[in-house]
């Protein structure tokens, strides 16, 4: 091989390692999780932690408290203490985790929850469920009513049952029936 195809060839493999470093670099993912964990401020953590854990089956995981000083360091808080309870959806560091926070010192204004329309904001929760029966069970054991005429059918074997939570945020339970 002479000089000029040696140097043709070295050129043409920088110029593809150079590409591809950038393709690279372009095809990085944004965001290091796909999973979104949520805050749902509320105003009775007890009626909460017994509609997320025993109405809809979300299971408690390690919580935590944020000081006064650090939630106003975070731009969160007002100079309130913030106490955290987390629950996840699933197993696994990908599960979804629900952080229902409350604060000792304040009570926070309740939005108007009338309907997803009625206030600016997160309206809903989507969780997909693996049994719309056994959802349905354990709503009717927890006294929790029903919205609108669902369980709907969305098709095939799909149903979605909403609801809301004791502050009024609805909740979308989609997934199969048995029958």
């Known amino acids: 091989m002479n000089f000029i195809s040696k140097t043709l060839l070295l050129s043409a493999v920088c110029g593809f390692l150079v590409s591809s470093v950038a ?3 372009e095809e990085k993912p944004v965001f290091s999780s ?23 089956g979300a ?10 000083e650090k939630a ?7 100079n309130l203490e913030a106490v955290i309870r987390v629950f996840v959806l699933g197993e696994g560091p990908g599960a979804t985790k629900l952080k229902l926070m409350s604060f000792p010192e304040s009570k926070p204004a309740k939005p108007d929850q009338k309907f997803i329309h ?22 009717a054991d927890s006294k929790i009513k029903l919205l609108g005429k669902t369980p709907s059918n969305l098709s095939g074997n799909m149903y979605l049952t909403t609801v809301q939570d004791p502050d009024g945020n609805f909740i979308e339970l989609i997934g199969p029936r048995a029958d």
């Open 72 to 78: 106003s360091a975070f731009g969160l808080t007002d």
């Open 59 to 68: 299971k408690e995981v390690k919580g935590f408290t944020a000081s006064a």
């Open 23 to 25: 393709n690279a670099q």
């Open 118 to 139: 009625s206030t600016i904001g997160v309206s809903y929760l989507t969780l997909r469920v693996t049994d719309m029966d056994v959802a349905l069970k354990r709503l």
């Open 34 to 56: 796909p999973t979104v964990d949520l805050g749902i401020v509320v105003g009775d953590m007890d009626a909460s932690v017994k509609f997320y854990t025993e109405a809809l």
